[in-house]
């Protein structure tokens, strides 16, 4: 059996299935770490409700935190990918060992920051004097381990674009798997509640991270680890390519954070809690829907960059049509579970009859929209993948504005749960828009590539 992919000669279809299945696993087992931290906590004796909403509230913070091993990785990887393509190996080697400084100097940074500003960035995103003490703690104990969240996610994207899919999902199952066995332990066990899921998310991230670090240090992989070469054009370059998958993941939280700001707000004492408990557990069931197409849509694009680069522009159609069909399967599949399941998945998070029929009805309206959405992701995807960097992110931001727009307007005109129409308004919206501009952008673009001098 291969374990490697060869990314300009082997069959499209039975390459996009190679790539982006695991790729789907791995994005599906990752978002485990959020939702069983988020399960077992709704669960623990007295306090499970609100320690649940405190754990919501971090929830900006923990994606702000991973969208820069996304901006590093993401877009080091693209770079790889092309060079690869062109059979420039010195040049992707340079741009592995620029990637791996970077997410070392992120992670310093970022640990500190957030270290510092955490009180403040807490109360902003909508912590209650209740929901505080809970929030304060996980997040404490989540930012110290930034460096091991920050590698395990940035390396992963080098070792996916060398064609080691297999490899990849093992970074993300390790994680995963040790994250399921060790919060128990660490919660109920030791009883130390919301502190113990920190700690055993951050242990569960060491894992991947060693994993991921001892494989592309390995003579497996076809650019390795290296240091030296240092370029601050480069690194400018790398930074550029992955800002628009950044902005994507960084404005999530702001998504976040406006969300639970409204609900507050208009949900008042009585009910703002409630409404933010709810909401976490309706963004928890949308990561088993948008973190399996991220893995779609994001582990084909090492095909796409492969070809780009190697100016195969037929393969790189090919690679998208393809991709679009397995996502638009995936969405059909789970729109239609969408309308059967949410009372069994709410029932993981809360035994309140109130928060479960306030949760259902959430994910019901969340996901009126999930196939029309497989538009945008294989297509904005697709085009970060061939250097349309400003037009990629210009479509994410518009969803995101239309999203922040239809939160903040719709609880004027009718109440604070009126906030969860928003997301499917706006995935209707852009997908519309999306499909347009790639239809209009595509073929010229590749046209211009098959007439560059190599």
Avoid at 231 to 256: E, H, Q, V
Wanted: net charge positive; with cysteine.
């Amino acid at each position: 059996m291969k374990t490697s992919a060869d990314l300009g000669k082997d069959p499209v279809s039975s390459l996009v299935l190679r790539l982006a299945i695991p790729a789907m696993i791995a994005q599906f087992v990752n978002v485990l770490y959020s939702i069983i931290d988020r399960m077992y906590i709704g669960h623990i004796p007295g306090t499970g409700a609100l320690a649940l909403a405190g754990v919501g509230v971090c929830g900006p913070i923990v994606t702000l935190l991973s969208s820069f091993g996304t901006l590093v990785g993401l877009g080091g990887s693209i770079l790889l990918g092309i060079r690869m393509g062109e059979g420039n190996l010195p040049k992707a080697r340079q741009i592995l060992s620029n990637s791996f400084l970077m997410l070392c100097g992120f992670s310093v940074i970022l640990t500190a920051g957030f270290l510092f500003m955490k009180d403040h960035l807490l109360i902003w995103f909508g912590a209650s004097e209740i929901t505080f003490p809970y929030a304060d703690t996980y997040t404490t104990i989540y930012t110290a381990g930034t460096f091991f969240a920050l590698m395990a996610a940035g390396l992963n994207y080098f070792i996916n674009c060398q064609g080691f899919p297999v490899a990849g999902m093992m970074t993300v199952l390790i994680g995963a798997v040790s994250n399921i066995i060790l919060d128990p332990v660490f919660i109920f066990l030791f009883h130390m509640d919301v502190a113990g899921a920190a700690i055993a998310t951050v242990i569960s991230q060491m894992a991947s991270c060693a994993f991921a670090l001892l494989f592309l240090f390995s003579k497996k992989v076809h650019v390795r680890i290296s240091f030296g070469n240092y370029s601050r054009k480069l690194m400018l370059n790398i930074l550029y390519l992955g800002m628009s998958p950044f902005l994507i993941l960084a404005t999530d939280s702001i998504l976040l954070i406006v969300m639970n700001t409204v609900l507050q707000k208009y949900g008042g004492p009585e009910q703002g809690d409630m409404l933010i408990t709810c909401a976490t557990i309706v963004q928890s069931y949308m990561l088993l829907i948008t973190s399996p197409m991220i893995g779609i849509s994001g582990g084909t694009q090492a095909i796409i960059s492969y070809n780009y680069g190697a100016r195969q522009t037929q393969r790189v159609k090919k690679t998208v049509r393809t991709n679009l069909k397995l996502m638009l399967l995936f969405t059909t599949f789970m729109f239609i579970l969408s309308r059967f399941i949410p009372g069994t998945f709410v029932r993981l998070f809360t035994s309140s009859q109130e928060y479960m029929d306030f949760s259902v009805w959430g994910i019901k309206v969340f996901t009126m929209m999930i196939i029309p959405l497989s538009f945008q992701y294989v297509f904005v995807d697709a085009l970060t993948a061939l250097e349309r960097t400003k037009t990629a992110l210009f479509l994410s931001i518009l969803r995101k504005l239309l999203y922040v727009a239809g939160t903040i307007t719709l609880p004027l005109f009718f109440q604070a749960s009126a906030a969860f129409y928003a997301e499917p308004l706006s995935d209707a919206v852009s997908a519309v828009i999306s499909s347009g501009a790639f239809l209009l952008i595509i073929d010229r673009h590749l046209k211009k590539r098959e007439t560059t001098v190599a």
